[in-house]
């Protein structure tokens, strides 16, 4: 079977990557292939490139390029910076302060620190998603070692005021590390504003290659390496440089500040007359996330179709060529729901239905319209199937 | 195209056999709960010769939850109870031709819901089946896990 068209709604999934982010990797893999490291003509070339690379991803979130360190990815990124500062400052205290919306490279990495002997607080959200500054500054105790807070959520796309919670955080004296892996390309940000002192980053939420990402390092702030090795990345990250990707992810970067107007509004739009069709059309929806959607990532769209399971509504819109994805248990292999959409107090009857919907720079209106279409047909057709009752 | 099922488990999903409602059913079973996302209900017809003429189901789930009960739907109609009663989940996964590991609970679900929905035309109908024996009824699979 083969659909009419192909409309893929999973850009906080992953992004295609753009065309001339390809053609400026493409020459990486062959002529211009040198190690960095090498001291000849070859690999003096390859750590321009490098260094280019640097100036493009640290300009786009107002870094610094010695700032900026490449890792393999927002999930190394996050792992790196919580091991890293809970080994450092293990002596100063054990306890570090999250949020239970985080991604779980956060959270599986703050389980594997309490297994070790850390203490973990794991600070409540509002119905919004919205983590409180009091609420930090009530949790910071005298042996607190880091705060770490997601910048924009990736089910229900909450920006969160990472300014203010850092802010709480220094005035402790406590560092402060942010997962920016879904705000990157998709909030304007300037991280010495910020005033922050770590930021998880990932190439392939932006129009990059995957397998590569950074950490945003503030100058001054050392942690242990996490990768040992050779002198890479001022010998804070070893391992041979994976060139071509963080060629493309420098471009992608570029890419990324020149469009982010255009980006936003075409974004901001889209996901705007998704929301407007699918509550206007489809009865018994309810729209999870920030109701102001300036503090909303400008793609997500969350919504919970009552009576109906996420699962079985993801693989009829598949068969129509529609990529998205559910916080429904069904799809997951732990059969528990979405812990963001828990966090956030979706009803336990209905937080099966939920389907993250997210438009991209690809993204037309007509792919809206289509996806809209076929999802009133998907959604009637299985709530006649369903033995949940509805009012009539 | 690729797909999270077999064609079988697709074609159930994709079209399920015998959904609805029956009127004035012999037995109905209703097994899971939304809030673990399944929930199955199973109603049948029974005639003087204990066969089953007539069986139909909803369910609230997955794609696997909702093809095991248009599967065990088709695996009841025109059989005895007596029969019906030896369907387990593991005859439904077979008829499917496999579930992935995950998705064997969906089946369970099946397996419960029409068990359910014959020790409700038994009760009503003061009938006894040896298959019956040892079934938990209390058990309508809305504990929460």
Redo the contacts between chains.
């Keep these: 079977?083969?659909a009419e068209r192909t409309v893929y709604l999973d850009y906080s999934a992953t992004t295609p990557v753009k065309q001339e982010v390809l053609d400026t990797m493409i020459p990486y893999f062959t002529e211009n292939f040198g190690n960095p490291s090498s001291l000849y003509q070859q690999g003096l070339e390859a750590k321009l490139s490098l260094d280019h690379a640097r100036e493009q991803v640290a300009s786009l979130i107002g870094a610094d390029p010695e700032e900026v360190i490449f890792t393999g990815g927002g999930s190394e990124s996050d792992n790196w910076v919580l091991e890293g500062v809970a080994h450092k400052l293990k002596k100063q205290g054990r306890h570090i302060i999250t949020s239970k919306i985080e991604h779980h490279a956060i959270l599986h990495t703050c389980q594997y620190l309490q297994s070790l002997g850390f203490e973990i607080t794991y600070l409540d959200v509002d119905q919004e998603g919205f983590v409180s500054p009091e609420d930090l500054e009530k949790a910071i105790r005298p042996d607190t070692i880091l705060v770490s807070i997601m910048f924009v959520n990736n089910e229900i796309g909450t920006v969160e005021p990472i300014k203010e919670l850092a802010a709480v955080a220094h005035k402790h004296g406590i560092l402060f590390h942010t997962d920016a892996v879904q705000a990157v390309g998709n909030v304007k940000m300037d991280v010495h504003d910020l005033g922050i002192d770590f930021m998880s980053m990932s190439s392939h939420k932006i129009y990059g290659p995957k397998g590569e990402g950074g950490l945003y390092l503030r100058k001054g702030v050392r942690i242990p390496s996490f990768i040992h090795g050779g002198a890479q990345e001022g010998g804070r990250r070893a391992g041979t440089e994976n060139l071509a990707g963080i060629v493309g992810f420098g471009k992608a970067a570029e890419v990324a500040e020149k469009n982010i107007d255009w980006h936003i509004k075409h974004c901001s739009e889209l996901r705007d007359y998704l929301l407007d069709r699918i509550t206007a059309e489809i009865p018994d929806v309810i729209v999870n996330g920030p109701h102001d959607h300036s503090l909303r990532h400008p793609g997500n769209a969350n919504v919970t179709f009552r009576?109906?399971?996420g699962?079985?509504i993801l693989?009829?819109l598949d068969?129509a060529g529609i990529s998205v994805s559910t916080g429904?248990?069904?799809?997951s292999?732990s059969?528990e729901?979405s812990h963001v959409l828990t966090a956030i107090g979706v009803d336990?009857?209905?937080i099966?239905g939920s389907i993250r919907f997210t438009v991209g720079d690809f993204t037309t209106k007509e792919d809206v319209d289509y996806a809209v279409d076929h999802l009133k047909e998907v959604v009637a057709r299985l709530r006649?199937?369903?033995?949940?009752s509805r009012p009539e | 195209m690729q797909n999270l099922y077999n064609e079988k488990v697709m074609d159930h999903f994709l079209h399920p056999r015998n959904v609805g409602e029956i009127e004035n059913p012999d037995g109905t079973g209703v097994y899971g709960s939304p809030v673990c996302g399944d929930m199955m209900q199973v109603q049948i017809k029974v005639d003087e010769n204990d066969v089953i003429t007539d069986c139909k189901f909803k369910t609230f789930g997955c794609g696997s939850a909702i093809a095991s009960s248009s599967m065990a739907t088709t695996m009841m109609i025109g059989h005895t109870v007596d029969e019906a009663l030896e369907l387990t989940n593991k005859t439904i996964i077979d008829e499917l031709g496999g579930l992935p590991s995950q998705k064997i609970h969906c089946s369970v679900l099946a397996e419960h819901a029409i068990k359910l929905a014959i020790y409700d035309y038994a009760e009503k109908h003061g009938k006894h089946y040896k298959g019956l024996e040892g079934f938990d009824h209390e058990d309508k699979g809305d504990d929460l896990h």
Excluded at chain 1, 328 to 331: G, L, Q, R, T, V
Excluded at chain 1, 384 to 388: F, K, L
């Design positions: 079977m083969s009576y109906i399971e699962e079985s693989i009829l068969q429904s248990a069904c799809s292999k059969l729901p336990s009857t209905t099966h006649e199937i369903s033995s949940m």
